[in-house]
């Protein structure tokens, strides 16, 4: 199994800065990808990016340009670097990783950690 553990959430005000951390451990070497997903007060979950074992990195639409994934394979760590921030990305963020398993792919989930842009 995998465990996430994730920290640097906070608040932020409109236009500033968080770098959002995220420690893997357990059975690092089944990881495939790792990227990070949001949940506001009643809407659903969705993906704010992702980076595979290849490189290959996915943003929703709305961070694109304004967020940075990046992971560190030494550190079992992705990092999400999130500037410009706006009201509309406050959520509950949480780290993922994915493990190649026979049957597809198994999802694992860190804690949360809120995220909260208001002046």
């Known amino acids: 199994q995998v465990q996430l553990v994730e920290s640097g959430g906070g608040l932020v005000q409109p236009g500033g800065s968080l770098r959002l951390s995220c420690a893997a451990s357990?059975?690092?070497?089944?990881?495939?990808?790792m990227g990070w997903y949001r949940q506001a007060p009643g809407k659903q979950r969705e993906l704010v990016a992702t980076?595979?074992?290849?490189?290959?990195?996915n943003y929703a639409d709305s961070v694109k340009g304004r967020f940075t994934i990046s992971r560190d394979n030494a550190k079992n760590t992705v990092y999400l670097q999130m500037n410009s921030l706006k009201p509309g990305d406050t959520a509950v963020y949480y780290c993922?990783?994915?493990?190649?398993?026979?049957?597809?792919?198994?999802?694992?989930w860190g804690q949360g950690t809120q995220v909260t842009v208001s002046s």
């Open positions: 993922n990783a994915k493990e190649r398993v026979v049957a597809g792919m198994m999802d694992y």
């Open positions: 357990g059975s690092i070497f089944s990881i495939n990808a």
């Open positions: 980076k595979t074992n290849a490189g290959r990195e």
